[in-house]
């Protein structure tokens, strides 16, 4: 009975088709599987690659890798803009004149004028470590500058006495300010420097302020202005003053893409048209031409730091001129803004600049259409990195969101910057998230907890 029963089931059920079988099944479930895979490893990895301080995946991982952790792309930009052109041509009309004081003012505690050879230790070599043509010539003795477009000094010139560094990951910044002290007779390491200006290894970005303020940890003043030019360069080098300049760079636009670079400038020639540079990441006496110099620096609003002797400021305030005066200088800065927009009117450095120099005098609503122009145009996607006027500029006239993009597009393949925390930061207490505010306070110290306005603003949320 109970086989009559099994056999009246078995026959009352449909026949089954053949399947493809289990090895079959098998192999494709496994093709599936590693296609799979295959999509979703960079995803994996690229998570948890974020788990390894990115100093040890440069130097030790295989450039696959690296390619994955660093989320490389030479061509990416930053979040665009909407459209502001005929508003950005209006403002490039309208902006108002320039009103500079009649003088500059001197640096503090500076005393009396010295001889344009000084040095700590002794004058500017005869001949320059790389270019064996030509002899030094003697500095100048005239120590007012003449216009700027014009130089009356020697032809050529170079400094001495500096000790080159390679730079650590990331270390540019500390590197570049260590051979420059070595010039001054500073005895110190970029680990001594890197721990002032960046506690955190992993930070890719030192801002110039922090600079400046290292130097005169060390007891030596400094200077930091925007809008140089190249006679203004050869000048202070001729009067015995290395200078640190603030500069695009693109080594390898093919892998890399642009990133921000710190260059120590130690001597030039005109015949050749070219400085001599410390550069630590390319190596010790390296020539760079007048035009390559400028091109990249200007993506810096041509930023310089100088730093000096006390008993120099007489000095080198004869020499800067009028601009040693802060408002003086960004409104110059903003002329000569003003003059290449006037040539190429798509250049989205241009406009950038313009609205770095509008932000220092606190021109916020003008300093955001410059900014949104530059955006339109197109800028590096590693730019607020470096330079942060779009976030001063949004954040002063209400324009959160925009903050909280830049912030968020930053963050996303640079998570040790404390500025985009501590910018999206202030952003978001405005907006009544005081929570995240918090949060985010909280991350920018992390990430430099010698971050000063991120340790007030957090403060401030307390009281």
Known sequence: MAFRRDARHVHARPRRRRGI??????ILGGSVGVLALAITLPLWLSSALRLIPDRYIAAYAPEPLQEIAFERNPQAQLPTAAPVGDEAARLLEELAPPTPSATGTAPP??????????HPADAPSATPPIIPTGENNSPAEETTPPDDDIYNGPPSYYLSGFTHVY???????????????SYWGVQSTQDDAASFLKPNPEDRNVRPEEIAAYVESLGYQVIVRVDGDLNLLKRLLVA???VVIEKGFDPEPERLGWMGHYLLLTGFSDEEETFLT???????????????TDTFWRQFNRLYIVPYRADQGELLASIIGEDMDEVTNYTNAILTAQAELSENPDDPFGWFNLGSSLVALGRYQEAATAFDRAREIGLPWRMLWYQFGPYEAYYNVGRYDDVIALADATVANNVYSEEAYYYEGLARAARGEIGDARYLFTLALRNNRNYQAAREALESLSE
């Open 21 to 26: 079988g289990f090895i079959p099944t098998l």
């Open 109 to 118: 505690d500076s005393t009396t004028a010295e001889s344009p050879a000084a």
């Open 167 to 181: 730079q650590g990951w990331n270390n540019c910044g500390p590197a570049t300010i260590t051979m420059t002290m």
């Open 240 to 242: 015995g003053f290395p």
């Open 278 to 292: 410390m550069d630590s990441y390319l190596g010790p006496n390296q020539i760079t031409t007048y035009e390559e």
